[in-house]
C-alpha cells in the first residue's frame, strides 16, 4: 500500500505525509513541470505539462490497495477500478456507491457550462476538510491492515 497524490493542486499535503509518516507508508506525489513541490519524505515525480498527464501517470501507477488522494471523480472512477482507495483533498472517500453519481453530477455541469450556464465554484477550504483528510486517510489505512492486504 503506498499513498499516491494527485499533487498539481492538492491543498493539505502536509496532513497525507502526517498520517503516511505515523503508519510508515511510501508517498508518491505526481505533478507536471510547470509546478514546483518539495518534501522531506514524499518521492516526487514530475510529468511532462499536458492535458490530463499527470492523471495518465498516477492512474497508471496505481496498484490494488493503493491510496489515491485526487479531486478529479475520472481519476478515482479509474483508481477504483484499479481496485485502489480514492479520498479527495477534502477527506471524502470515493467508493463504488458515490462515484456513478459524482462523474454524472461533473457530466451535467460540463454541458450547463458550455451552454453559457455558470456553476458554483468550490467552496473555500476549512480546518474541518484538513480533519476530515487525516481521520479518512486514517481509516482506509487501518481498514487496509486489518484486512492484511499488505
Same mark, same amino acid.
Given at each position: 500500500?503506498?499513498?499516491?497524490?494527485?499533487?498539481?493542486?492538492?491543498?493539505?499535503?502536509?496532513?497525507?505525509?502526517?498520517?503516511?509518516?505515523?503508519?510508515?507508508?511510501?508517498?508518491?506525489?505526481?505533478?507536471?513541470?510547470?509546478?514546483?513541490?518539495?518534501? =522531506?519524505?514524499?518521492?516526487?515525480?514530475?510529468?511532462?505539462?499536458?492535458?490530463?498527464?499527470? =492523471?495518465?501517470?498516477?492512474?497508471?501507477?496505481?496498484?490494488?490497495? =493503493?491510496?489515491?488522494?485526487?479531486?478529479?471523480?475520472?481519476?478515482?472512477?479509474?483508481?477504483?477500478?484499479?481496485?485502489?482507495?480514492?479520498?479527495?483533498?477534502?477527506?471524502?472517500?470515493?467508493?463504488?456507491?458515490?462515484? =456513478?453519481?459524482?462523474?454524472?453530477?461533473?457530466?451535467?455541469?460540463?454541458?450547463?457550462?458550455?451552454?453559457?450556464?455558470?456553476?458554483?465554484?468550490?467552496?473555500?477550504?476549512?480546518?474541518?476538510?484538513?480533519?476530515?483528510?487525516?481521520?479518512?486517510?486514517?481509516?482506509?489505512?487501518?481498514?487496509?491492515?486489518?484486512?492484511?492486504?499488505?
Amino acid at each position: 500500500m503506498r499513498i499516491i497524490v494527485d499533487a498539481d493542486a492538492c491543498p493539505g499535503r502536509h496532513i497525507i505525509e502526517k498520517a503516511a509518516k505515523e503508519n510508515s507508508i511510501d508517498v508518491i506525489m505526481y505533478c507536471d513541470i510547470s509546478h514546483v513541490i518539495t518534501s =522531506d519524505y514524499s518521492t516526487v515525480k514530475y510529468v511532462d505539462k499536458g492535458f490530463q498527464s499527470v =492523471d495518465v501517470a498516477l492512474t497508471n501507477a496505481a496498484k490494488k490497495y =493503493d491510496i489515491i488522494v485526487t479531486q478529479d471523480y475520472g481519476v478515482a472512477a479509474m483508481a477504483l477500478g484499479k481496485k485502489a482507495y480514492a479520498i479527495s483533498p477534502k477527506g471524502y472517500i470515493y467508493d463504488d456507491s458515490n462515484i =456513478d453519481k459524482l462523474l454524472f453530477e461533473r457530466h451535467i455541469s460540463a454541458k450547463v457550462r458550455r451552454s453559457g450556464g455558470k456553476t458554483s465554484s468550490p467552496k473555500k477550504r476549512t480546518r474541518e476538510d484538513d480533519e476530515r483528510l487525516y481521520k479518512n486517510l486514517i481509516r482506509l489505512i487501518k481498514d487496509n491492515l486489518e484486512e492484511g492486504t499488505w
